[in-house]
T-cell receptor, first 113, second 114 residues
Framework: GAGVSQSPRYKVAKRGQDVALRCDPISGHVSLFWYQQALGQGPEFLTYFQNEAQLDKSGLPSDRFFAERPEGSVSTLKIQRTQQEDSAVYLC???????????FGPGTRLTVT | GQQLNQSPQSMFIQEGEDVSMNCTSSSIFNTWLWYKQDPGEGPVLLIALYKAGELTSNGRLTAQFGITRKDSFLNISASIPSDVGIYFCAGQTYSSQGAQKLVFGQGTRLTINP
């Protein structure tokens, strides 16, 4: 069966541009998570959705970061006015419910020049 | 915020050797998890530990949840080339909304010389 998919896999943006990163979770998974992974570091939690509700956005680094999951399936992470420090791999994970194992997608590598 | 200290940062070993890595935290976690990440992929769960003192095996992998709930170790026996990758520990807590939150260590990069 299909796992978590993310697109694009690679994105190069000029500083100041807006970007949108997409996550397709495993079908039927209620919970969806976004993480940011800087080079040589472990993933860091950004935000969490239960169905369409964003229950935790405590990890979003600034108000330039915005995530949505309007129909409780696909999610989009948007970064406005990108900065060089936003360069990282953005990982999406989904789980069957809020307690279940998280399955990670392959990530989107964002490079801001 | 919560941080996990994972060591060593990197390991260079010969095929067939055993590997040991560990993770410590200043905070208590309900669950400890160990993941492996290959280049260009997301982390994949290897072992989950749910009780303090628990020792769990998964094939050649063995992991333990420290009694203080602030540490864990992962051992890999008789390493093989496909063990190459980055290993992450993660502590699991729950937010006020009941959602699980994972806090990851910095990773241990394992390189194996054939």
């Amino acid at each position: 069966g299909a796992g978590v998919s993310q697109s694009p896999r690679y994105k190069v943006a000029k500083r100041g541009q807006d970007v949108a990163l997409r996550c397709d979770p495993i079908s039927g998974h209620v919970s969806l998570f976004w993480y940011q992974q800087a080079l040589g570091q472990g993933p860091e939690f950004l935000t969490y959705f239960q169905n369409e509700a964003q229950l935790d956005k405590s990890g979003l680094p600034s108000d330039r970061f915005f995530a949505e999951r309007p129909e409780g399936s696909v999610s989009t992470l948007k970064i406005q006015r990108t900065q060089q420090e936003d360069s990282a791999v953005y990982l999406c994970a989904s789980s069957l419910d809020q307690m279940g194992e998280q399955y990670f997608g392959p990530g989107t590598r964002l490079t801001v020049t | 915020g919560q941080q996990l200290n994972q060591s060593p940062q990197s390991m260079f070993i010969q095929e067939g050797e055993d590997v040991s890595m560990n993770c410590t935290s200043s905070s208590i976690f309900n669950t400890w998890l160990w993941y492996k990440q290959d280049p260009g992929e997301g982390p994949v769960l290897l072992i989950a530990l749910y009780k303090a003192g628990e020792l769990t095996s998964n094939g050649r992998l063995t992991a333990q949840f420290g009694i203080t709930r602030k540490d864990s170790f992962l051992n890999i026996s008789a390493s093989i080339p496909s063990d190459v990758g980055i290993y992450f520990c993660a502590g699991q807590t729950y937010s006020s909304q009941g959602a699980q939150k994972l806090v990851f260590g910095q990773g241990t990069r394992l390189t194996i010389n054939p």
